[in-house]
T-cell receptor
């Protein structure tokens, strides 16, 4: 079945360490997104990519980096510069043109990765 | 400014009660789309519904119904005869037509259904 796979499900980071969260999709979607969710809060956009080899900062990009070398993959690196990385991270993808041309669901989501500090 | 407000942080009801989750939005766009997603305790986001701004018909899907009113900029969600499995966080979202169709998210409403 087509979908979005995030791994690992749980991740622990030591102080000063960079960690990378994986996101893979086989939906043939052009756009991919990374969100951060803190307890009791909504989703905040970290980075998004509309096409391979291109990506833009979202609302809270500081301390994070991404790459988009393949259409299927959009890994997120949480760097040591991110001082408060403990959160739930969600990856999403969307078909071309979003909802404008009849796509019912604007974004499809993975199951998320919970990142904690050791 | 474009914004989605879900004023109810948490709602707790007893099973079989009806419950309404409020969503108020602000947008400059004349054409826009609104959505509801469900996030169960396991964390994944489950898509529930899309509503176009030019279609104000209410929608019903089983025990779920949605009331879209442009005059009050609201897109409320009602669960009839609630069940314990409905316990989740529910998010309302608005699509940004001017910015690559990014979603603007409400803060979510945590719904607790007690047996």
């Amino acid at each position: 079945d087509g979908g979005i796979t995030q791994s690992p499900k749980y991740l622990f980071r030591k102080e000063g360490q960079n960690v990378t969260l994986s996101c893979e999709q086989n939906l043939n979607h052009d756009a991919m997104y990374w969100y951060r969710q803190d307890p009791g809060q909504g989703l905040r956009l970290i980075y998004y990519s509309q096409i391979v080899n291109d990506f833009q900062k979202g609302d809270i990009a500081e301390g994070y980096s991404v790459s988009r070398e393949k259409k299927e993959s959009f890994p997120l690196t949480v760097t040591s510069a991110q001082k408060n990385p403990t959160a739930f991270y969600l990856c999403a993808s969307s078909p071309p043109e979003g909802a404008r041309h009849g796509s019912n669901q604007p974004q499809h989501f993975g199951d998320g990765t919970r990142l904690s500090i050791l | 400014a474009q914004k989605v407000t879900q004023a109810q942080t948490e709602i707790s009801v007893v099973e079989k009660e009806d419950v309404t989750l409020d969503c108020v939005y602000e947008t400059r766009d004349t054409t826009y789309y609104l959505f509801w997603y469900k996030q169960p305790p396991s964390g994944e986001l489950v898509f529930l519904i899309r509503r176009n701004s030019f279609d104000e018909q209410n929608e019903i899907s089983g025990r779920y119904s949605w009331n879209f009113q442009k005059s009050t900029s609201s897109f409320n969600f009602t669960i009839t005869a609630s069940q314990v499995v409905d316990s989740a966080v529910y998010f309302c979202a608005l699509i940004r037509m001017d910015s690559n169709y990014q979603l603007i998210w409400g803060a979510g409403t945590k719904l607790i259904i007690k047996p």
